[in-house]
């Protein structure tokens, strides 16, 4: 008892576990009537419907990847021009004070050559005015005439220096000039480069939100393609589930037929009651035994979708739920659920009580059908609408594994 109790226990804590992530797990045996079953034409066009939508993601997957090459060799050359750009508003603030210094010097030395000319001009005013060099030089020595030749030669030297001063001053103001006129054709040089960077910079941003606008236009349609494969793979698993549904449907009907002749065939289709089919005559003790015992009192109870209960029928899981909690254990109502709270056995380990699970597909999640072992190579099963609950004979097409829960 203290096992059985263990077990319901890691059962019951599994079962509340998997309830959080229930929403996130395919649920097949409980997600909704089984459809008819498809043609191969049905299953050919779902394949072909795939396989388009396979191609189309990947066009548009290769469209994204180039637009995000784009993308990056953009930026690039968008880095490349604000560099530019601030090279040349940098190289424009060092031609503007070379210019302004040329400008200032310039002014300086005009300065100076006017004063130099206005100095020269008082001088030849006052010759001019005495009555030319021999009259300033009389006024010079006071009149005394040995002394005159001296003081003309010192006139002479006067106004020579003078003459060489303002040369000296007009060559100055000409370099000066020069620098000036080098200062501005280097600023509007400097201004027009910096304008054709700023032009170079602001087209470069603009290609960027062109390319960033051209990937965000592939990205919506790649999210719309990958909908659409979404959409047509879920419909061809929901095709090809309803087939392999309708093959274990044949197959049912084709054993409670046989299993008719051996007087273990279920009453007529669609039998009801308070759970009828009279009860297990083997000799099964223990847990097994009363999941067994329970499982064949059902015998007869009609197929409902959903439904785990004597009052209403069963559907496959329900099935093994009920009889399971007549033994203290607690299964989730979902085939693919069930097995995975199970232990897997192999087909020589099966003892009466283990379930057993069918499969459209390799993995656990698309497991469709349970049933539970009765031994002797039965089972014990709801199989599908019209088909009320009955034993038989165990069938392998389809079979995917077996868990015990004991």
């Known amino acids: 008892m203290r096992e059985n109790s263990r077990r319901v226990l890691v059962?019951?804590?599994?079962?509340?576990?998997?309830?959080?992530?229930?929403?996130?797990?395919?649920?097949?045996?409980?997600?909704?009537?089984?459809?008819?079953?498809?043609?191969?034409?049905?299953?050919?066009?779902?394949?072909?419907?795939?396989?388009?939508?396979?191609?189309?993601?990947?066009?548009?997957?290769?469209?994204?990847?180039?637009?995000?090459?784009?993308?990056?060799?953009?930026?690039?050359?968008?880095?490349?021009?604000?560099?530019?750009?601030?090279t040349a508003v940098y190289e424009q603030g060092v031609a503007q004070k070379a210019y302004t210094t040329a400008a200032a010097a310039l002014k300086a030395a005009q300065a100076?050559?006017?004063?130099?000319?206005?100095?020269?001009?008082?001088?030849?005013?006052?010759?001019?005015?005495?009555?030319?060099?021999?009259?300033?030089?009389?006024?010079?020595?006071?009149?005394?005439?040995?002394?005159?030749?001296?003081?003309?030669?010192?006139?002479?030297?006067?106004?020579?220096?003078?003459s060489s001063a303002l040369a000296k001053m007009q060559q100055a103001q000409g370099r000066q000039q020069e620098s000036a006129n080098a200062a501005t054709v280097a600023l509007r040089a400097s201004q027009a480069a910096a304008s054709k960077a700023a032009a170079a910079k602001a087209a470069a941003i603009a290609a960027i939100g062109q390319r960033q606008h051209q990937q965000a236009a592939i990205q919506a349609q790649q999210a719309t393609l990958n909908q659409q494969l979404v959409a047509a793979q879920r419909t061809a698993g929901l095709l090809n589930q309803a087939r392999a549904a309708a093959n274990a449907r044949a197959a049912a009907a084709a054993a409670a037929a046989a299993a008719a002749a051996d007087n273990d065939s279920p009453p007529s289709r669609g039998g009801g009651g308070g759970g009828g089919g009279g009860g297990y005559s083997g000799n099964i003790g223990g847990a097994r035994g009363t999941i067994v015992s329970a499982a064949m009192s059902q015998l007869g109870m009609p197929y409902v979708w959903a439904a785990a209960?004597?009052?209403?029928?069963?559907?496959?899981?329900?099935?093994?739920?009920?009889?399971?909690?007549?033994?203290?254990?607690?299964?989730?109502?979902?085939?693919?659920?069930?097995?995975?709270?199970?232990?897997?056995?192999?087909?020589?380990?099966?003892?009466?009580?283990?379930?057993?699970?069918?499969?459209?597909?390799?993995?656990?999640?698309?497991?469709?059908?349970?049933?539970?072992?009765?031994?002797?190579?039965?089972i014990i099963e709801a199989a599908d609408f019209g088909i009320p609950v009955h034993r038989r004979t165990m069938y392998w097409g389809g079979y995917f594994g077996a868990v015990r829960l004991l």
């Open 112 to 162: 100076v050559v006017a004063a130099q000319r206005t100095q020269i001009d008082h001088l030849v005013a006052a010759t001019y005015m005495t009555g030319g060099t021999d009259t300033a030089a009389l006024l010079m020595t006071g009149g005394n005439p040995a002394t005159y030749g001296h003081e003309l030669a010192v006139l002479n030297i006067v106004s020579g220096d003078q």
């Open 309 to 378: 209960s004597p009052r209403v029928g069963f559907d496959c899981s329900g099935l093994s739920l009920w009889a399971y909690a007549k033994v203290g254990i607690y299964l989730p109502h979902s085939a693919h659920l069930q097995y995975s709270l199970g232990t897997p056995i192999s087909r020589s380990q099966l003892q009466p009580g283990d379930l057993v699970f069918w499969s459209y597909g390799s993995s656990w999640t698309t497991i469709h059908h349970v049933a539970i072992w009765a031994g002797n190579g039965r």
């Open 11 to 86: 059962v019951a804590l599994g079962v509340s576990l998997l309830g959080l992530f229930s929403g996130l797990l395919p649920s097949v045996a409980s997600a909704a009537p089984t459809p008819p079953n498809p043609t191969n034409q049905q299953l050919d066009a779902s394949r072909q419907q795939v396989a388009a939508a396979s191609a189309q993601v990947g066009v548009i997957n290769g469209k994204l990847a180039a637009a995000q090459s784009a993308l990056a060799a953009a930026q690039v050359q968008t880095e490349a021009a604000i560099e530019a750009y601030d």
